[in-house]
Nanobody, 113 residues
């Protein structure tokens, strides 16, 4: 059974940084994975993704500030978030599409002074 577990969220001031982690358990091989986020009252939106080969893609709103990476030896992906803005405040979810959709439980990121 595949499970995803995010960590690393918290409260940070505008301009600050956070690094999120998502550890996958179960038989996933090396698969494409992604980060999404959902702010209160908004739909869940795409943030970034990384292919099995390491190719990355980003939403325009985070391009140049966020970096997605992966460690295949640990079945873990990361999201380095720099120059954070209040509008980045959301619950961040890890996603894996492997025959079906798998989501983590989410980790709260709050950007506020």
């Amino acid at each position: 059974q595949v499970q995803l577990a995010e960590s690393g969220g918290g409260l940070v001031q505008p301009g600050g940084s956070l690094r999120l982690s998502c550890a996958a358990s179960g038989s996933i091989g090396i698969s494409a994975m992604a980060w999404y986020r959902q702010a209160p009252g908004n739909q869940r939106e795409y943030v970034a993704s990384i292919t099995a080969g390491g190719r990355t893609n980003y939403a325009d709103s985070v391009k140049g500030r966020f970096t997605i990476s992966r460690d295949n030896t640990k079945n873990t992906i990361y999201l380095q978030m720099n120059s954070l803005k209040p509008e980045d405040t959301a619950v961040y979810f890890c996603y894996l599409g492997l025959g079906k959709d798998y989501w983590g439980q989410g980790t709260q990121v709050t950007v506020s002074s």
